[in-house]
């Protein structure tokens, strides 16, 4: 009963032009499985060219920042670092790699304070947000007992501009 509840949430705070096909599984797969791209672990962030991934943020929250040719990827919670901090310094380095009009996000989240911050700290600084997952696991809460196969996987492919979300509760989501 409670996982139905978790599961209607999941869909209706997910981005509302999500799909669920067998080539978003696919792709998302191939770029796990590919020993080229970058994997950016918790607490991190990184800006590539080349396809990157970062799993299990459970409770963390995540920022995708895209331009024409590069992505940035986060993967935090606030125990490790002010979500404002790491933010910027994302937001910085992306605009050394390009004209700040052209840069969009995809907000991941975990926790809605932290998740509602990074909205607040895109729009301050005039970044658009064109996607975003929000299930609501709260920071350091555990989730109820067989919730704990809820976390979020993300892969980013910069030169398509796809960003591909994988939670059980919802499957293989193409973000943007």
């Not at 895209?66 to 919670?77: E, I, P, T, V, W």
């Not at 989730?143 to 499957?171: Q, R």
């Amino acid at each position: 009963m409670l996982w139905n509840k978790f599961l209607d949430l999941n869909l209706k705070l997910a981005h509302p032009n999500m799909t669920n096909e067998p080539e978003t599984e696919r792709i998302f797969k191939s770029v796990i499985d590919d020993p080229n791209a970058f994997e950016v672990h918790d607490p991190n962030c990184k800006i590539s060219d080349k396809p990157m991934f970062s799993l299990r943020y459970g409770d963390c929250n995540g920022v995708v920042l895209l331009n024409h040719a590069f992505a940035g990827l986060s993967h935090y919670d606030l125990s490790s670092i002010k979500s404002g901090c790491y933010l910027m310094e994302l937001i910085e380095a992306m605009r050394g790699f390009s004209n700040s009009d052209d840069l969009v996000s995809i907000i991941i989240g975990g926790d809605e304070n932290h998740f509602r911050r990074n909205e607040k700290n895109l729009r301050h600084h005039n970044i658009p947000v064109v996607g975003y997952y929000l299930d609501l696991w709260a920071q350091g809460k555990s989730l109820p007992s067989g919730f704990n196969e809820a976390t979020k996987d993300l892969v980013v492919i910069p030169n398509t501009k796809e960003v591909i979300l994988y939670s059980k509760p919802v499957g293989y989501v193409k973000l943007h």
